[in-house]
């Protein structure tokens, strides 16, 4: 079995996973629905900011984010909190980092909609939030519930952005996948083997769960 170390590092991934989720959950909805479906000005420009952390290296956002949370940083003379270090910083960071895997997951759950079914509503006289409640969500919940899972996956497993936020201190900062890499420079390779496949297990298990959602969903769509 890994040593306990380990789980406390899994216990602050989860912990950190868990409510980096919730916050894309809460943010990402309403910004995805407003990608889909609405045109303004600059919008392509705006896409592509949500959508730099694809492409841009983890480090080199780590970096940015270290910078702006620092005890120097501007976050610090807006607030008053330096949250480089912290607990905050690593959400935050894992916020930003999975904030295109979610967004775009949401935004093809909404795509995916029969907008004759909104137009409809819409001519009906139904108000906004009865046609979220009603028609909306009962469609879209299983798309969102699956981006959001693969959103918390993709947290748990990260690496470069949380080492440059939160760098790697044992039952504070370091996360799981950082905990590995140090067992691995540590040349302590069968403990890093066990703890890595606990990892591999969950997130196998959060991949396939996420998959059953969408077939599950694709099937209730074709029944309606």
């Known amino acids: 079995m890994p040593e306990p170390l380990f789980w406390t590092s899994l216990k602050l991934s989860l912990v950190v996973a868990m409510a980096a989720s919730l916050i894309l959950l809460l943010l990402g909805v309403p910004l995805a629905w407003l990608l889909a479906f609405r045109r303004f000005p600059g919008k392509s420009i705006l896409e592509a900011i949500f959508l730099l952390p694809l492409v841009l290296p983890p480090t080199v956002l780590g970096f940015y984010l270290l910078l702006f949370l620092g005890p120097e940083g501007l976050w610090r003379k807006l607030t008053g909190l330096s949250w480089a270090f912290r607990l905050e910083g690593l959400i935050l960071a894992s916020v930003l980092f999975s904030l295109p895997f979610a967004l775009t997951a949401y935004r093809e ?49 990260e690496f470069g952005v949380v080492l440059m936020v939160g760098g790697s201190i044992p039952g504070k900062t370091q996360m799981v996948s950082i905990y590995i890499y140090d067992l691995v420079q540590a040349l302590r390779f069968e403990e890093a083997s066990r703890a890595a496949a606990v990892l591999l297990f969950l997130s196998l298990a959060i991949l396939v769960a996420a998959r059953t959602l969408e077939a599950k969903g694709r099937a209730w769509k074709s029944t309606t």
């Open 109 to 157: 759950a909404f795509l995916a909609l029969d907008r004759n079914l909104l137009e409809v509503a819409r001519t009906l006289g139904v108000p906004p939030w009865k046609t979220w409640g009603r028609v909306v969500l009962p469609l879209v919940w299983p798309g969102l519930l699956s981006g959001t899972l693969l959103a918390f996956a993709h947290i748990l497993g």
